[in-house]
T-cell receptor
Framework: AQSVTQLGSHVSVSEGALVLLRCNYSSSVPPYLFWYVQYPNQGLQLLLKYTTGATLVKGINGFEAEFKKSETSFHLTKPSAHMSDAAEYFCAVSDRAAGNKLTFGGGTRVLVKP | EAGVAQSPRYKIIEKRQSVAFWCNPISGHATLYWYQQILGQGPKLLIQFQNNGVVDDSQLPKDRFSAERLKGVDSTLKIQPAKLEDSAVYLC??????????????FGPGTRLTVT
């Protein structure tokens, strides 16, 4: 079975500072990996995804993530936080052997301080 | 392109009552998912449809939850009778198969259920 662990349920950053959200996964097959963002009272929006090829993936809103197979990690970063980045972020892995079912991590809530 | 639509957005019921949620996926998306998101947790898949057939319902509490997708378009999720622990946001998502073999999921805004 696949699983996703997000380290830190809450992260507080200052505006303009680096945002780093950690995600580790377990998968028996090469994974598809995703980061989603959820704003209050809204559904999930796809930030970026890794399927194959280049391990550094760029997404929307200035976010990027790097797939590191040896570390089974897919950490999300943004060089400079903006107030609008305050939201909850979810890492997910897709099980290609089971209908592309998504397994989500527990989420990390980001607070941006002015 | 219209997104995934869900209704109602909010629902408050008493325990042991029944409730139903509706989802209209993005046009042309053959795969539809229902997720349960309990406060402070990530979404958990309840059921996955491919057209109007069930692909995965292994985590659906079948003694009280049911779902259908008639005609392979809209879907309804029902809870009967509801329990306090069913309080959660119920998310619907739909997906299509990309040229790279990936099912990219698009989520609706969710229905927030409170059971008192």
């Amino acid at each position: 079975a696949q699983s996703v662990t997000q380290l830190g349920s809450h992260v507080s950053v200052s505006e303009g500072a680096l945002v780093l959200l950690r995600c580790n996964y377990s998968s028996s097959v090469p994974p598809y990996l995703f980061w989603y963002v959820q704003y209050p009272n809204q559904g999930l929006q796809l930030l970026l995804k890794y399927t194959t090829g280049a391990t550094l993936v760029k997404g929307i809103n200035g976010f990027e993530a790097e797939f590191k197979k040896s570390e089974t990690s897919f950490h999300l970063t943004k060089p400079s936080a903006h107030m609008s980045d305050a939201a909850e972020y979810f890492c997910a892995v897709s099980d290609r052997a089971a209908g592309n079912k998504l397994t989500f991590g527990g989420g990390t809530r980001v607070l941006v301080k002015p | 392109e219209a997104g995934v639509a869900q209704s109602p957005r909010y629902k408050i019921i008493e325990k042991r009552q029944s409730v139903a949620f509706w989802c209209n996926p993005i046009s042309g998306h053959a795969t539809l998912y229902w997720y349960q998101q309990i406060l402070g947790q990530g979404p958990k898949l309840l059921i996955q449809f491919q057209n109007n057939g069930v692909v995965d319902d292994s985590q659906l509490p079948k003694d009280r939850f049911s779902a259908e997708r008639l005609k392979g378009v809209d879907s309804t999720l029902k809870i009967q009778p509801a329990k306090l622990e069913d309080s959660a946001v119920y998310l619907c998502a739909s997906s299509f198969l990309t040229s790279g073999g990936l099912y990219e999921q698009y989520f609706g805004p969710g229905t927030r259920l409170t059971v008192t």
